[in-house]
């Protein structure tokens, strides 16, 4: 069974632009949860996403934005983006729609921002 | 407001010793999960145990065993003779029943262990 998959893995981007990540659940999991990791601020979660739905919610500026398409893959947009932005994203996929459940998390993505 | 606090920022302990790693939560429900989390170099979190409000057995599985009491809102973790494959960053993390919830995960900043031969 092939776990979460994040792409890229590594990226390096300019302040002021936007970037895309992407993340593929295990096959039959729904839910897809973001978190981003930092030295400073550990690790934060940024929202969550269920059969195409936001269900949640973290404390994070509307330039982080996600989307969940119909095979449960998920996107998650940084526009506009700042030094501080720079940190490790990481995807995880769930296959139940309440807490409790195992989360299973992607290897993430590296996000430098110069 | 929910809260996770690992007062341990690093560890280091040499091969074979036990290591115990200290979680202190914070939430107004009463129903809710707690799970301890390792993430090698590789960068992804590993899933390690978890337990629900309802349920302060302590038990060991292998190596590892815990300790929940929910009196001090105290999880904590303890590996058994240690191994140099365990260093890792060790993660313990909350998550609350309500669905306004999700499958939200709350963590702690987490505790570095490095285990030498």
């Known amino acids: 069974k092939a776990g979460v998959t994040q792409t890229p893995r590594y990226l390096i981007k300019t302040r002021g632009q936007q970037v895309t990540l992407s993340c593929s659940p295990i096959?039959?999991?729904?839910?897809v949860s973001w978190y981003q990791q930092t030295p400073g601020q550990g690790l934060q979660f940024l929202f969550e996403?269920?059969?195409?739905?936001?269900?949640n919610k973290g404390n994070f500026p509307g330039r982080f934005s996600g989307r969940q398409f119909s095979n449960s893959r998920s996107e998650m947009n940084v526009s506009t983006l700042e030094l501080g932005d720079s940190a490790l994203y990481l995807c995880?996929?769930?296959?139940?729609?309440?807490?409790?459940?195992?989360?299973?998390f992607g290897q993430g993505t590296r996000l430098t921002v110069v | 407001a929910q809260k996770v606090t690992q007062a341990q920022t690093e560890i280091s302990v040499v091969e074979k010793e036990d290591v115990t790693l200290d979680c202190v939560y914070e939430?107004?429900?009463?129903?809710?999960?707690l799970f301890w989390y390792k993430q090698p170099p590789s960068g992804e979190l590993v899933f390690l145990i978890r337990?629900?409000?309802?349920?302060?057995q302590n038990e060991i599985s292998g190596r590892y065993s815990w300790n929940f009491q929910k009196s001090t809102s105290s999880f904590n973790f303890t590996i058994t003779a240690s191994q140099v494959v365990d260093s890792a960053v060790y993660f313990c993390a909350l998550s609350e029943a309500r669905i306004q919830a999700g499958t939200a995960l709350i963590f702690g900043k987490g505790t570095t262990l490095s285990v030498s031969s």
């Open positions: 996403y269920f059969s195409e739905t936001q269900r």
């Open positions: 337990r629900n409000s309802f349920d302060e």
């Open positions: 995880a996929s769930e296959a139940g729609a309440r807490s409790g459940t195992e989360a299973f």
């Open positions: 939430t107004r429900d009463t129903t809710y999960y």
């Open positions: 096959s039959g999991h729904r839910s």
